[in-house]
Every structure is written in structure tokens, then in C-alpha cells.
């Protein structure tokens, strides 16, 4: 029989929004992982409703949804490409007064470094 060990918070940590373009869906798990070892916690709509939760919904109830996540983290950090999709939320970030950090992942799954929005690529 296994026993459940209830844990406490026991050091409260940043929530990270991360930003990945859909032709960067499938690295969602690599940006996750970079967050916790750099002591954040991520919080990313493509964990939490799929790919516009599979077309099951409207997308705009799904944007919504990644709205009011991004409204509750601390940071938000954008991994590769800046589709229309990843712009719009840099652009709410910045109204929220929220802090962006950039991030080239063009050499993963080993590296990911930190730049600047400029030196990412634009999705047309």
C-alpha cells in the first residue's frame, strides 16, 4: 500500500506564460523544462488546451482561456518564431506591465539562449 505525502508550499516561485508559435508546438515540453530549472513555474495554454483545444470549441473561448492565464503570471517569455498569434500576446503583456524575456531555440533540444525580440524570427 503506498502512502500520499501531503507537501507544502514551501518557497513561493515566479509564474512564467510561455509563448511558442503553433510550428513550435511540438518543443513545448523542452521551454517547460527550461523554466523549472531556471526556478520558475510555467504555465503555457498549449499544456493546458491543446492546439485551440482541437478545434472542439470557438477559438476565441480558447483565446480567452490563454488571456486570463497570461493576466495571472508574473513573466512571460517567448520561445522562437513571433507568429500574429505570439505578437498579440506580447502586446498584452506589455499593457499588463508585464516583464518579456526572448528566447532563440533554434539549437534544441540541447540549447536554448536568451536575446532579444529582434533577433527572433516573424512568422508570415
Known amino acids: 500500500m503506498t502512502k500520499h505525502v501531503a507537501t507544502t508550499l514551501t518557497e513561493k516561485k515566479k509564474l512564467i506564460f510561455t509563448a511558442q508559435s503553433a510550428r513550435n508546438f511540438h518543443q513545448r515540453m523542452l521551454s517547460c523544462r527550461y523554466v523549472f530549472e531556471q526556478g520558475g513555474v510555467r504555465l503555457n495554454p498549449f499544456m493546458m488546451f491543446g492546439y485551440y483545444l482541437y478545434e472542439l470549441v470557438e477559438r476565441n473561448a480558447v483565446r480567452n482561456g490563454n488571456n486570463n492565464v497570461l493576466a495571472h503570471c508574473d513573466e512571460m517569455w517567448v520561445f522562437g518564431?513571433?507568429?500574429?498569434?505570439?505578437?498579440?500576446e506580447i502586446e498584452m503583456a506589455e499593457q499588463q506591465g508585464k516583464p518579456l524575456r526572448y528566447f532563440d531555440i533554434s539549437g534544441l533540444p540541447e540549447k536554448i539562449i536568451e536575446t532579444n525580440r529582434e533577433r527572433l524570427p516573424v512568422e508570415e
Open 81 to 88: 518564431d513571433i507568429s500574429d498569434g505570439v505578437a498579440a
